[in-house]
């Protein structure tokens, strides 16, 4: 099985979300940040995951255009769908399924809220003082849960 690993990541959270499932993966996987990727071709994959990082309420807009450019493709091959954010619970699932559509979600054989992380010297001067007001955060915080990644895996290599 050739899996390939799709990300977009905002501060790099998700891309270590990414190599950290990748180690619990099953098979050749490819990561993939769509940063660094354009014209990418699904064609040579039997799965795909996909993940992205969610940055002012939406999942990156890199990920929305690949998932729309490659629907078709897509609803063809076993899909794993994931999101990094700072929200728990009821809020970080209505993220994830603000961030997937549904024909997509339907499809995937594991979902995954892997938390998030502020890591204050990532983000710009902004972003830090949003932070700030918003989440009360002065300092780094990291809520990955490695856990949930192997879940994830588990689920998925099954």
Do not use: W
């Not at 609803?75 to 999101?83: E, Q, S, V, Y």
């Not at 995937?108 to 007001?133: A, P, Y």
């Amino acid at each position: 099985m050739k899996a390939a690993l799709i990300f977009s990541s905002a501060h790099g959270t998700t891309e270590k979300a990414s190599h950290l499932l990748k180690k619990q993966l099953k098979g050749d996987v490819d990561v993939i940040n769509l940063k660094e990727s354009s014209n990418l071709s699904l064609k040579d994959y039997n799965s795909v995951i996909l993940g992205s990082s969610i940055y002012a309420g939406s999942v990156k807009s890199k990920l929305k255009q690949f998932i729309k450019q490659n629907q078709n493709a897509l609803a063809t091959k076993k899909i794993g769908l994931f999101i990094c954010c700072m929200y728990e619970g009821d809020k970080a699932t209505k993220q994830f399924e603000t961030a997937y559509p549904l024909e997509l979600r339907k499809l995937s054989v594991s979902n995954g809220l892997f938390g998030g992380e502020f890591i204050l010297s990532n983000l710009n001067f902004f972003e830090r003082k949003i932070i700030k007001m918003i989440d009360g955060v002065t300092t780094d915080v990291s809520k990955l849960n490695v856990q949930e990644i192997q879940k994830f895996a588990d689920r998925f290599n099954a």
